[in-house]
């Protein structure tokens, strides 16, 4: 995770730059789904895991809801806390793994957007996390199609990918190794968690093309 940690520092200014621009396209779909998918639930509390520089945790704290966004990139947080009076804290995954407590929980909902990398460690930090929610709580995932594999003609298989700003515009250095699942493999991982109902939902673009999973991982108690 330290690799991870050291691209996204110094990256961090060239990814604002990105958002602001609208450089990624497929964003007009992905953002507007996780979106959808948060407002079709009745969570009032959330806390944005993984927020970055915050453009999710805004976007809900203005349609009324009681939103903390957690990154551990303080120059991300920097320029959030700069758009926003969002409470923004800097905290790693090691430290929620741990069980280090999140500020303002307990929370209707956990909300992970494009922000797991990890091969190991991903049912613990999904069981603490769901530790920090109320007992009707649940956690939504946005990570990257499996199909992506297929597309960039690597074998369908869980494997490590080594550069984390392949394909994006922008002057990115140090791409950090990030680790891609199969369908079949993220609801295996997911299997780990007790006491929860998971399900998935694809998410396409116009042309029918494949752009990212949303995985509900609801408390069942």
Not at 123 to 130: E, G, H, P, R, S
């Amino acid at each position: 995770m330290n690799e991870i940690i050291t691209s996204w520092e110094l990256n961090a200014a060239e990814w604002i730059k990105t958002i602001a621009n609208g450089s990624i396209s497929s964003r007009q779909f992905t953002n507007k789904a996780i979106l959808d998918a948060i407002l079709s639930l009745d969570s009032n509390t959330i806390i944005d895991v993984g927020c970055g520089e915050g453009w999710l945790t805004t976007i809900l704290a203005n349609s009324g809801k009681k939103v903390v966004g957690i990154d551990a990139i303080e120059a991300l947080l920097q320029h959030a806390r700069s758009k926003s009076d969002v409470p923004f804290f800097k905290m790693t995954f090691e430290q929620i793994t741990s069980g280090v407590s999140i500020p303002y929980g307990p929370f209707d909902l956990a909300v992970f957007n494009f922000c797991l990398y990890q091969k190991d460690g991903l049912t613990d930090l999904l069981a603490q996390t769901k530790n920090a929610l109320v007992d009707t709580g649940t956690i939504l995932i946005q990570t990257l199609h499996p199909f992506f594999l297929i597309e960039q003609q690597l074998p369908y298989e869980s494997q490590w990918l080594q550069d984390s700003w392949k394909g994006l515009d922008g002057n990115f250095t140090n791409g950090h190794p990030w680790f891609a699942r199969t369908f079949e493999d993220w609801h295996t991982e997911l299997q780990g968690i007790p006491d929860t109902k998971i399900s998935f939902k694809e998410i396409t673009n116009t042309a029918g093309k494949p752009l990212s999973l949303i995985i509900t991982i609801k408390k069942t108690r």
